[in-house]
């Protein structure tokens, strides 16, 4: 039993690939989006004071999910106490706002007759983020390397 803990325990393969996402790849991406969609909007600010808005409101709830995001893969990465619970609240707090996102525009006032392709491409996006935090949590709980590294004490919330 113990070779077989020995074997898996350390921050490699999936768990490594998880560290960088969160670190690099995810924050990157974001950030980038972010970018794009507040210079795609802005010369429609003046006429849909919402759209400002919307992007304001996207924008804050981004970068506090960009640091979020680092943070629970430096986290991981370090291995410290409760990285896999920081981690799982990471990825719980991106999938409430991957689902507030899709309200959102609605929320602000942002019709889907004035930037229709907008809200499809928003809404096919939430869809395939939600499936990768799914996906990236279910891995929290279901590893060997995790359970591992980070002892089952970690693994309940």
């Given at each position: 039993?113990?070779n077989?803990?020995?074997q ?8 490594l ?19 794009a ?8 600010f003046?006429?849909y004071?919402?759209?400002?808005r919307?992007?304001?409101i996207?924008?804050?709830c981004?970068?506090?999910?960009i ?10 990465w ?6 896999v619970?920081t981690?799982?609240r990471?990825?719980i707090s991106?999938?409430?706002?991957a ?30 983020v939600?499936?990768?935090l799914?996906?990236w ?13 980070y ?7």
């Amino acid at each position: 039993m113990h070779n077989r803990e020995t074997q898996y325990k350390g921050v490699r393969g999936w768990l490594l690939l998880l560290c960088v996402c969160l670190t690099v790849l995810d924050p990157f991406s974001a950030f980038m989006t972010l970018i794009a969609a507040t210079n795609a909007a802005k010369p429609h600010f003046d006429q849909y004071p919402e759209l400002f808005r919307l992007v304001l409101i996207g924008g804050i709830c981004s970068t506090f999910l960009i640091v979020f995001s680092i943070y629970a893969g430096l986290s991981l990465w370090r291995v410290v106490p409760n990285a896999v619970t920081t981690a799982k609240r990471y990825f719980i707090s991106a999938f409430i706002y991957a689902l507030f996102s899709m309200f959102l525009p609605v929320i602000v006032g942002v019709s889907e007759k004035t930037f229709p392709e907008f809200s499809q491409g928003a809404s096919i996006n939430n869809a395939i983020v939600i499936v990768y935090l799914a996906i990236w949590y279910l891995y929290l709980m279901r590893s060997k390397r995790v359970k591992a590294t980070y002892g089952t004490e970690n693994l309940g919330s």
